[in-house]
């Protein structure tokens, strides 16, 4: 089975400019996170979708991010206009209904130069 | 407050040695728990998890996790490392709306 695809792997931009993160959840899974990891801050949860409606985006970080679910086997996180402080590896996570474990891709490297 | 607590850092271990790393929760129900470990680079990947049952929990690459509920833990152990487990390890616990609430995770080197 395909596990959470995320793309692309790194992305190398300069500052101002408008960044779009893809995921893919695993098919079957109702539920979808965004993460973004730092060394300073860890592991952040931005926002959790379930049946493709936002949830719970108390987590994103100011107006310039911004996710969406269009369907269920697919999801954005933009950041526009992008700023140096928002380089961090950006995960995408999914999981099934319930007190189920969150399956995790393998990141986005994000450098704003 | 919903809460973990890895208090260990960083943990240096030798390798053929055992491993014991900590995980502390504060959580009024009954605890989902769940133990992720990140390779360089990679995303977190799921060791096991703790539902109900038996409180000694068995996992993927030789990993097992003892749910102490009086404690309030739920330690990883492995009873001898590789160099491979080299990563970080992350505990977590489910929260009242499915979210996970994380630790700040513990760092693990392997010694030659």
């Known amino acids: 089975d395909a596990g959470v695809i995320q793309s692309p792997r790194h992305e190398v931009t300069e500052m101002g400019q408008e960044v779009t993160l893809r995921c893919k959840p695993i098919s079957g899974h109702n539920s979808l996170f965004w993460y973004r990891q730092t060394m300073m801050r860890g592991l952040e949860l931005l926002i959790y979708f379930n049946n493709n409606v936002p949830i719970d985006d108390s987590g994103m970080p100011e107006d310039r991010f911004s996710a969406k679910m269009p369907n269920a086997s697919f999801s954005t996180l933009k950041i526009q206009p992008s700023e140096p402080r928002d380089s961090a590896v950006y995960f995408c996570?999914?999981?099934?209904?319930?007190?189920?474990?969150?399956?995790f891709g393998d990141g986005t490297r994000l450098s704003i130069l | 407050a919903q809460s973990v607590t890895q208090p260990d850092i960083h943990i240096t271990v030798s390798e053929g040695a055992s491993l014991e790393l900590r995980c502390n929760y504060s959580y009024g129900a009954t605890p989902y728990l769940f133990w992720y470990v990140q390779s360089p680079g990679q995303g977190l990947q799921l060791l096991l998890k703790?539902?109900?049952?038996d409180t000694l929990v068995q996992g993927i690459k030789g990993f097992e996790a003892d749910f102490k509920r009086s404690q309030s833990s739920f330690n990883l152990r492995k009873p001898s490392v590789h160099w491979s487990d080299a990563a970080e390890y992350f505990c977590?616990?489910?929260?009242?709306?499915?979210?996970?609430?994380w630790g700040a995770g513990t760092k693990l080197i392997i010694k030659p």
């Open positions: 703790y539902f109900s049952g």
């Open positions: 996570a999914s999981k099934e209904t319930g007190n189920q474990p969150q399956h």
């Open positions: 977590a616990v489910a929260g009242s709306n499915y979210q996970l609430i």
